[in-house]
């Protein structure tokens, strides 16, 4: 039988490094004036850290002692604190750490080779943080093959199969590796017409290559061949014979140059119907799930780079006054984007084409470099015809979303109806002084004037990543 006391060897190792006893490596991390040194030991590195001590070695900055120093300037002091008490003590207490933090603890990690400790970050993310992982999908999936994170790959492809939306259809989409999209389209499950997929691979492969003529019918053969030469990983996992005839003729058979000569015969015999055989190996269908609409309950899902379907749960359970949240399944609203920050424009007259005169509306934002998404109802919509005045309603409310850090929502509700909503030619979704935007992608919180509280600690004007808005109507199902 074995005795382990693992738990005191933790505890003296991290009194070790919080000493600096006997110390022989000075580790710089952040930069100056927030530049934070570390006393460490090359034994303890060598066994729990090979990376730092490849750098102890390598290191030829001394100081007056004769101490080695290694400076790591990219890294910031809380992360790099993390890891120290992983090599030292085999412990990270996470509770209450922002999520944006964790992750870039993980990627920190993996430059350092820390296989037990990626692992357990990602499993960690996926089983505690999964709306976080879903707000910020294009960056963590991306990031995800940059540094093979495997856990998260397969995470976030389970998430694409089925909404495949979220990241064909994002901003980031001609960025992705070659590696992720070959990843996503050989999936029998992706939930995405075959003629679809077949232009979002062209649109991939034409956006690698930035001297394409922008007219096809200004390409030469050379032009043809990047284009194969870029595609030749994604090809093979395109199902041709699942596209229709008229997506054929006129989807596929322009860009006829980058397949095999004998697989375009195929594909026109095939689609043409002539008993003729092939040699071409025909990949099955894809598994497409329908669902009836009867069976609603797991059918609900809402276009979105901010909210998750629980944030809709909730926003739905204010606007109908429920004292128990929706479940997510259940939500008994549609939630219909009709605007994006980063997809339409910030400016307000991009609000004021898209928005003019439509009731029902829900805007929400994420704050920049935060875990906080804001956001406010607005029943009776913004009128251009009342530029310079106020609109009257009872069930108008703004709120802060629990998200990440953000423990807790904030349910503000108006409580002077009469100047409840502002309508501004110069701004953007405007509730009084309590929550608006002027543009440049800055929203303002200011004093509480026409709604019950504040929905964040720190009021004036904050940046933004982004903003959406979405016209709510009732199922018809309900």
């Not at 856990?151 to 590696?179: M, V, W």
């Not at 980058?258 to 119907?273: E, F, G, H, Q, V």
């Not at 003019?356 to 704050?367: E, H, M, S, Y």
């Not at 009084?432 to 935007?437: H, I, K, L, Q, S």
Request: with cysteine.
């Amino acid at each position: 039988m074995t005795l382990n006391f693992y738990e005191n060897l933790s505890n003296d190792y991290i009194k070790l490094l919080e000493n600096g006893d006997e110390h022989n490596i000075i580790i710089e991390v952040g930069e100056t004036p927030v530049m934070q040194t570390f006393k460490v030991h090359s034994t303890v590195l060598c066994y729990r850290c090979p990376y730092l001590y490849d750098e102890f070695k390598k290191s030829t900055i001394n100081n007056d002692n004769n101490i080695k120093i290694i400076q790591k300037s990219q890294i910031s002091a809380k992360v790099f604190n993390f890891i120290l008490k992983y090599i030292y003590g085999a412990t990270i207490n996470l509770e209450k750490v922002e999520t944006s933090i964790i992750f870039d603890l993980l990627m920190t990690a993996n430059q350092f080779l820390l296989e037990e400790l990626v692992l357990r970050l990602q499993t960690f993310l996926i089983e505690n943080h999964p709306s976080w992982l879903k707000l910020n999908f294009s960056k963590i999936y991306n990031s995800s093959f940059q540094a093979d994170f495997k856990g998260l790959q397969n995470y976030c492809n389970d998430i694409i199969a089925k909404y495949p939306n979220l990241i064909f259809e994002s901003n980031d989409f001609n960025t992705l590796p070659e590696t992720a999209l070959v990843s996503i389209i050989q999936r029998d499950d992706l939930q995405l017409e075959e003629s679809k997929i077949w232009d979002y691979v062209i649109q991939w492969g034409i956006s690698q290559n930035k001297t394409l003529p922008s007219n096809i019918d200004d390409w030469i053969d050379k032009d043809f061949q990047i284009l194969k030469n870029t595609l030749q990983q994604c090809l093979p996992h395109i199902r041709y014979f699942q596209i229709s005839n008229k997506n054929i003729m006129e989807k596929v058979y322009p860009y006829q140059q980058i397949l095999n000569k004998k697989l375009m015969t195929d594909i026109l015999k095939y689609s043409m119907d002539l008993n003729e055989p092939m040699t071409s190996t025909i990949l099955p269908p894809r598994k497409i799930v329908t669902t009836q609409l009867p069976n609603r309950g797991n059918t609900f899902q809402i276009t979105s780079l901010i909210i998750t379907n629980e944030h809709a749960a909730n926003i739905a359970s204010w606007i109908d006054k429920k004292e128990v949240t929706y479940d997510v399944n259940n939500n008994p609203y549609e939630f219909n984007l009709i605007l994006r920050g980063s997809r339409d424009g910030f400016e307000p007259k991009v609000f004021w084409n898209l928005c003019d005169q439509k009731t029902n509306l829900a805007v929400v934002v994420k704050v920049k470099d935060t875990d906080e998404i804001l956001g406010g109802y607005n029943p009776i919509g913004w009128n251009s015809n009342l530029y310079g005045q106020y609109s009257t309603t009872n069930d108008s409310f703004i709120f802060s979303l629990k998200n990440g850090n953000i423990e807790n929502n904030i349910l503000s509700r108006v409580k002077d109806a009469s100047t409840a909503i502002y309508n501004s030619y110069q701004h953007i979704s405007n509730f009084c002084n309590d929550f608006f935007m002027p543009s440049n992608q800055t929203f303002y919180v200011n004093w509480i004037q026409s709604y019950e509280k504040l929905i964040r600690k720190k009021t004036g004007s904050f940046s933004i990543d982004d903003y959406e808005i979405f016209q709510i109507k009732r199922d018809k199902i309900f």
